[in-house]
């Protein structure tokens, strides 16, 4: 047998030497350094299995692969392929243009395990397609057979046709004694045309002597009986006599009872007896020939004559074999079917029917009979004969079909959903007990009626014509609507439904209901309370932040913590509460830090926003239970207006104090009575002096605007800000320092909180009076007078510029960012081949000279060579996936391993280094611990050699244990 041809197709010409002392003499070997090389080479020689390297100059392994597979389709392809490569080789193996990849530097014997794999499936590929060669052989033979059986069978029966006009018997049919069709032998015989012989009395035809006698013999034919014959004279139209030998019986002949008469001229009997005979001969060939079963047996129960298909359908060899039996008991099962068998026959002498027969080896066989009983003169049953079908696959399917059916009925009123068929013209064809019990209607209420009358509702009649025609177009539909029930009431219902096809044609659709009334009210229920919660939780007017306990990471907040700390839910929800901290506030005890001591109580702390303004806050905090789980919900309210009206408050109460010495016990009395007054005066007064310094020694813009958004107060602020000089601007429109693209949107904002009574936040251009452009974010609020009636508006607005411009600087460090990690990852990627290339060349050298005979040092040599080999592939494996890290790639495996033979490895890696040093390593395995795990051996053993590694560089003396 010749040896497998291998080619090996790779740009290192060590590699390639490496291989060929591996795989030996069992290849034919042939190598190429290029792809443009290996393809010359397979258009001169027949290759069974090709080995290429993916990176290659000129021309990549899966380009050649590609190209190959026109000049070498049945070959088994291999990939060589490094680390970066996995996801291309998995894609090209998926794709059927690589059969298997094999990842460098890779040990011998894998590669020779793989080669021979690879030759088995060639030589597997090759006999299966021997083997349908030879089939399709055998397939196309008896294509043929069937092709020259059926243009037989054609022929027959076209002979069998024309075989009543062209027979040598004249054929006539007589209908109360008129002639109402007859062949051409006849009008031949009698000298008539067709048109003249039809519709001619019979008694007019025949000359005296023979005309009681044919008529005779028509009264007697009685259906049951044999035909009667006898000899009859004719006149024919030119006046001779013509002497012929008829015979009649009974027939129908387009619906009415009639006489069927042939007869023939005795004088061409001779001819017209080898006629018959040739006839009769066609016939039995035919009966041959037939695919179904001929018998023909005697009342007592043996077998006259049968065809080879008889022959064949119960399992024997010959005609001879089966002519001896005996039918009762080696063709039926019992005595008693064999009664019932001619019970039905003499009931039904020309009906068909079926029943069972007991083949040679004891197997049933299905048949339908097409038989009848055969009298003789005097009415006695002569023999019995018939045709028989082998119906055993179609007794079988019905009884399949028939469970089927029961099933399916089952599953059908059983189902938990209302289904109904309808026809092409959109009637219920069934229902199923679940229609009956959503919609009320019995099963003979629905059928044959639409489902536009039964269950839709006039409101979705338009709705169910476009249902309708959706899925006569093909569509699968499936919605939710409303349908009615047979009290009119009306049903939230889940419709799917599609049309049914029976070989590529519509054959009706069915509909699928089901009641989502209950789902409807819970999802109506579940987003009402949604609703209430988020308008209540945002309504909330002090910052609320939900924590979760564990991790301490937000998880939700409400408007007001978005509107005070300037960041966006999905950035809060990244960070942790303490990271809103003031810098200075960090490192002293905050709230994050008792959580676990002083839930249900409060604390204050310094808090920072994005924009680096602090501020003073005091947080209350519980543990609640959110979304499933143990939550911490804090509220902050920012103080440091409190605490500035603390310290003028307390400076007031010193005045007070003081002037309350100097008062007289005269005005005691009028100080109580006027107690009340005095305190709402002083209030309005402090509010009033605290507002007047808020405002003015704010950093922010503030401004109060009536319901036409005229100014009627403004902050100094606006003169650093804006440039413009408070008193100025009262009474002018406040929209006329907004950038002009951004006047627009102000206006509908405004508008729409004078219609709805509510402050809302928006951001703006806003333009300064030396022409430069400020980005403000301003929140407005709403005053009502006693009527609930807009009359007054105030404004807080925030310069937000550097912030946008931080915002953008931010983006564009991040893009430069990304860029310079791709150039990282695709220098890695294209470095990884060109390291481990020579990689692959010294672990295949030191693998084939550890087969060779060495002495002990130079064993020490090769595998010093070997392990030092290993641990840079390691180092280099360990640098990917740094990079697969970073750019969050890596995959870990799930395979068995045992854990010892993975830290004895990483250990004979680190014992060269301490070597010749008072170290020792050791490794303790506890008896309890399993042998074998699960999960990714490669990552595991970087761990433990980065352990033992650094353990080792800084132990000087004692031990390195691993436990």
């Given at each position: 047998?010749?040896?497998?041809?291998?080619?090996?197709?790779?740009?290192?010409?060590?590699?390639?030497?490496?291989?060929?002392?591996?795989?030996?003499?069992?290849?034919?070997?042939?190598?190429?350094?290029?792809?443009?090389?290996?393809?010359?080479?397979?258009?001169?020689?027949?290759?069974?299995?090709?080995?290429?390297?993916?990176?290659?100059?000129?021309?990549?392994?899966?380009?050649?692969?590609?190209?190959?597979?026109?000049?070498?389709?049945?070959?088994?392809?291999?990939?060589?392929?490094?680390?970066?490569?996995?996801?291309?080789?998995?894609?090209?193996?998926?794709?059927?243009?690589?059969?298997?990849?094999?990842?460098?530097?890779?040990?011998?014997?894998?590669?020779?395990?793989?080669?021979?794999?690879?030759?088995?499936?060639?030589?597997?590929?090759?006999?299966?397609?021997?083997?349908?060669?030879?089939?399709?052989?055998?397939?196309?033979?008896?294509e043929r057979k069937v092709m020259a059986r059926t243009r037989a069978l054609q022929e027959s029966e076209a002979k069998y046709r024309s075989l009543v006009e062209s027979a040598l018997t004249g054929f006539l049919i007589v209908q109360d004694d008129v002639i109402v069709y007859c062949n051409a032998r006849a009008c031949a015989i009698l000298?008539?045309?067709?048109?003249?012989?039809?519709?001619?009395?019979?008694?007019?035809?025949?000359?005296?002597?023979?005309?009681?006698?044919?008529?005779?013999?028509?009264?007697?034919?009685?259906?049951?009986?044999?035909?009667?014959?006898?000899?009859?004279?004719?006149?024919?139209?030119?006046?001779?006599?013509?002497?012929?030998?008829?015979?009649?019986?009974?027939?129908?002949?387009?619906?009415?009872?009639?006489?069927?008469?042939?007869?023939?001229?005795?004088?061409?009997?001779?001819?017209?007896?080898?006629?018959?005979?040739?006839?009769?001969?066609?016939?039995?060939?035919?009966?041959?020939?037939?695919?179904?079963?001929?018998?023909?047996?005697?009342?007592?129960?043996?077998?006259?004559?049968?065809?080879?298909?008889?022959?064949?359908?119960?399992?024997?060899?010959?005609?001879?074999?089966?002519?001896?039996?005996?039918?009762?008991?080696?063709?039926?099962?019992?005595?008693?079917?064999?009664?019932?068998?001619?019970?039905?026959?003499?009931?039904?002498?020309?009906?068909?029917?079926?029943?069972?027969?007991?083949?040679?080896?004891?197997?049933?066989?299905?048949?339908?009979?097409?038989?009848?009983?055969?009298?003789?003169?005097?009415?006695?049953?002569?023999?019995?004969?018939?045709?028989?079908?082998?119906?055993?696959?179609?007794?079988?399917?019905?009884?399949?079909?028939?469970?089927?059916?029961?099933?399916?009925?089952?599953?059908?009123?059983?189902?938990?959903?209302?289904?109904?068929?309808?026809?092409?013209?959109?009637?219920?064809?069934?229902?199923?007990?679940?229609?009956?019990?959503?919609?009320?209607?019995?099963?003979?209420?629905?059928?044959?009626?639409?489902?536009?009358?039964?269950?839709?509702?006039?409101?979705?009649?338009?709705?169910?014509?476009?249902?309708?025609?959706?899925?006569?177009?093909?569509?699968?539909?499936?919605?939710?609507?409303?349908?009615?029930?047979?009290?009119?009431?009306?049903?939230?219902?889940?419709?799917?439904?599609?049309?049914?096809?029976?070989?590529?044609?519509?054959?009706?659709?069915?509909?699928?209901?089901?009641?989502?009334?209950?789902?409807?009210?819970?999802?109506?229920?579940?987003?009402?309370?949604?609703?209430?919660?988020?308008?209540?939780?945002?309504?909330?007017?002090?910052?609320?932040?939900?924590?979760?306990?564990?991790?301490?990471?937000?998880?939700?907040?409400?408007?007001?913590?978005?509107?005070?700390?300037?960041?966006?839910?999905?950035?809060?929800?990244?960070?942790?509460?303490?990271?809103?901290?003031?810098?200075?506030?960090?490192?002293?005890?905050?709230?994050?830090?008792?959580?676990?001591?002083?839930?249900?109580?409060?604390?204050?702390?310094?808090?920072?926003?994005?924009?680096?303004?602090?501020?003073?806050?005091?947080?209350?905090?519980?543990?609640?239970?959110?979304?499933?789980?143990?939550?911490?919900?804090?509220?902050?309210?920012?103080?440091?207006?409190?605490?500035?009206?603390?310290?003028?408050?307390?400076?007031?109460?010193?005045?007070?104090?003081?002037?309350?010495?100097?008062?007289?016990?005269?005005?005691?009395?009028?100080?109580?009575?006027?107690?009340?007054?005095?305190?709402?005066?002083?209030?309005?007064?402090?509010?009033?002096?605290?507002?007047?310094?808020?405002?003015?020694?704010?950093?922010?813009?503030?401004?109060?605007?009536?319901?036409?958004?005229?100014?009627?107060?403004?902050?100094?602020?606006?003169?650093?800000?804006?440039?413009?000089?408070?008193?100025?601007?009262?009474?002018?429109?406040?929209?006329?320092?907004?950038?002009?693209?951004?006047?627009?949107?102000?206006?509908?904002?405004?508008?729409?909180?004078?219609?709805?009574?509510?402050?809302?936040?928006?951001?703006?251009?806003?333009?300064?009076?030396?022409?430069?452009?400020?980005?403000?974010?301003?929140?407005?609020?709403?005053?009502?007078?006693?009527?609930?009636?807009?009359?007054?508006?105030?404004?807080?607005?925030?310069?937000?510029?550097?912030?946008?411009?931080?915002?953008?600087?931010?983006?564009?460090?991040?893009?430069?960012?990304?860029?310079?990690?791709?150039?990282?990852?695709?220098?890695?990627?294209?470095?990884?081949?060109?390291?481990?290339?020579?990689?692959?060349?010294?672990?295949?050298?030191?693998?084939?000279?550890?087969?060779?005979?060495?002495?002990?040092?130079?064993?020490?040599?090769?595998?010093?060579?070997?392990?030092?080999?290993?641990?840079?592939?390691?180092?280099?494996?360990?640098?990917?996936?740094?990079?697969?890290?970073?750019?969050q790639g890596m995959e870990l495996e799930t395979k068995p391993f045992v854990l010892a033979d993975v830290v004895n490895d990483r250990m004979q890696v680190v014992q060269p280094r301490i070597a010749g040093e008072a170290v020792e390593l050791k490794f303790e395995l506890a008896r309890d611990v399993p042998k074998t795990f699960m999960g990714?051996?490669?990552?595991?053993?970087?761990?433990?050699?980065?352990?033992?590694?650094?353990?080792?560089?800084?132990?000087?003396?004692?031990?390195?244990?691993?436990?």
């Amino acid at each position: 047998m010749p040896a497998t041809s291998l080619l090996i197709v790779d740009d290192e010409a060590a590699v390639r030497n490496m291989m060929r002392r591996a795989i030996g003499s069992e290849f034919e070997v042939h190598a190429a350094e290029n792809g443009d090389a290996a393809l010359q080479i397979l258009k001169r020689n027949s290759v069974q299995i090709i080995l290429t390297d993916q990176r290659m100059p000129q021309m990549t392994g899966l380009q050649f692969l590609r190209k190959a597979s026109s000049l070498s389709p049945d070959s088994v392809k291999i990939l060589l392929t490094g680390y970066m490569d996995m996801e291309t080789s998995i894609a090209s193996i998926n794709s059927d243009l690589v059969w298997r990849y094999l990842r460098k530097p890779f040990e011998i014997k894998d590669l020779l395990l793989l080669l021979k794999q690879a030759k088995d499936r060639y030589d597997l590929h090759a006999e299966n397609r021997s083997l349908t060669a030879e089939l399709k052989a055998v397939n196309d033979a008896l294509e043929r057979k069937v092709m020259a059986r059926t243009r037989a069978l054609q022929e027959s029966e076209a002979k069998y046709r024309s075989l009543v006009e062209s027979a040598l018997t004249g054929f006539l049919i007589v209908q109360d004694d008129v002639i109402v069709y007859c062949n051409a032998r006849a009008c031949a015989i009698l000298g008539f045309t067709k048109k003249g012989l039809l519709r001619l009395r019979v008694e007019n035809l025949l000359v005296s002597q023979g005309e009681s006698c044919i008529i005779d013999s028509i009264g007697r034919c009685q259906p049951r009986r044999k035909r009667r014959s006898a000899e009859v004279i004719w006149r024919h139209k030119k006046g001779g006599e013509i002497i012929t030998e008829l015979v009649c019986c009974r027939t129908v002949y387009e619906g009415r009872a009639a006489v069927h008469v042939s007869f023939f001229d005795v004088t061409e009997r001779k001819q017209m007896k080898q006629a018959i005979e040739r006839s009769e001969a066609r016939y039995r060939q035919l009966i041959d020939r037939m695919a179904d079963g001929l018998y023909r047996t005697t009342p007592d129960g043996s077998f006259v004559t049968v065809n080879d298909a008889f022959v064949q359908m119960l399992g024997y060899r010959s005609k001879k074999e089966i002519l001896r039996l005996d039918i009762p008991r080696d063709i039926y099962f019992s005595e008693e079917e064999r009664k019932d068998a001619l019970a039905v026959l003499r009931r039904n002498s020309q009906g068909t029917r079926v029943f069972r027969l007991k083949k040679k080896n004891g197997d049933q066989l299905w048949v339908e009979d097409h038989g009848r009983i055969v009298f003789d003169e005097n009415g006695n049953e002569l023999y019995y004969e018939g045709v028989v079908r082998d119906i055993t696959e179609r007794v079988r399917t019905e009884e399949e079909l028939s469970i089927q059916k029961q099933y399916l009925e089952c599953l059908f009123n059983s189902s938990g959903s209302a289904i109904a068929f309808l026809d092409l013209d959109d009637r219920v064809v069934n229902i199923n007990q679940m229609f009956t019990k959503l919609f009320g209607y019995a099963a003979v209420e629905a059928k044959g009626r639409k489902l536009e009358q039964l269950i839709i509702p006039r409101g979705k009649r338009k709705e169910g014509k476009e249902l309708f025609s959706r899925t006569t177009k093909g569509e699968q539909v499936c919605l939710d609507t409303v349908r009615k029930r047979k009290d009119d009431s009306l049903v939230d219902v889940e419709i799917t439904g599609t049309a049914i096809e029976l070989n590529g044609s519509k054959v009706g659709f069915y509909a699928i209901y089901q009641d989502i009334t209950e789902r409807k009210r819970a999802e109506e229920a579940i987003v009402a309370s949604e609703k209430k919660y988020r308008d209540l939780f945002n309504q909330i007017v002090d910052p609320v932040f939900i924590i979760d306990k564990q991790t301490l990471l937000i998880l939700d907040c409400n408007q007001p913590a978005l509107d005070m700390y300037g960041y966006r839910l999905d950035v809060l929800k990244t960070m942790k509460l303490a990271e809103l901290h003031a810098p200075g506030n960090r490192g002293k005890t905050t709230l994050s830090s008792v959580y676990d001591k002083n839930l249900d109580k409060h604390v204050t702390a310094t808090y920072m926003n994005q924009d680096g303004q602090s501020m003073e806050v005091e947080v209350r905090s519980r543990e609640i239970e959110y979304q499933g789980r143990p939550t911490i919900i804090n509220i902050v309210r920012d103080i440091s207006e409190r605490k500035l009206a603390e310290l003028e408050l307390m400076a007031i109460n010193q005045e007070l104090e003081a002037s309350k010495q100097q008062l007289t016990a005269a005005f005691e009395q009028l100080v109580a009575t006027n107690a009340q007054l005095l305190t709402n005066g002083k209030a309005l007064r402090q509010s009033e002096a605290l507002f007047r310094l808020i405002s003015e020694n704010a950093a922010d813009l503030i401004a109060v605007i009536d319901r036409r958004g005229t100014y009627l107060y403004a902050s100094p602020s606006f003169r650093h800000l804006l440039g413009y000089v408070p008193e100025q601007l009262v009474g002018k429109w406040w929209l006329e320092h907004v950038h002009p693209q951004d006047k627009a949107r102000a206006l509908e904002s405004f508008q729409e909180a004078i219609g709805t009574k509510r402050g809302y936040v928006l951001e703006y251009r806003a333009q300064h009076k030396n022409g430069s452009l400020r980005v403000l974010e301003s929140s407005v609020n709403v005053i009502c007078d006693s009527t609930e009636r807009p009359v007054k508006m105030v404004i807080v607005a925030h310069d937000i510029t550097q912030r946008k411009q931080a915002e953008l600087d931010m983006k564009k460090a991040k893009e430069e960012s990304e860029a310079a990690n791709r150039a990282k990852s695709q220098f890695l990627a294209n470095m990884s081949h060109e390291i481990r290339t020579p990689l692959n060349g010294i672990i295949g050298y030191s693998d084939l000279l550890a087969e060779e005979e060495l002495d002990e040092e130079q064993c020490d040599f090769v595998n010093v060579i070997q392990t030092s080999a290993n641990f840079l592939l390691d180092l280099i494996n360990e640098i990917l996936d740094l990079s697969k890290i970073e750019s969050q790639g890596m995959e870990l495996e799930t395979k068995p391993f045992v854990l010892a033979d993975v830290v004895n490895d990483r250990m004979q890696v680190v014992q060269p280094r301490i070597a010749g040093e008072a170290v020792e390593l050791k490794f303790e395995l506890a008896r309890d611990v399993p042998k074998t795990f699960m999960g990714d051996p490669t990552r595991l053993g970087q761990i433990i050699l980065n352990l033992l590694s650094n353990a080792a560089k800084f132990t000087e003396e004692g031990s390195i244990t691993v436990e």
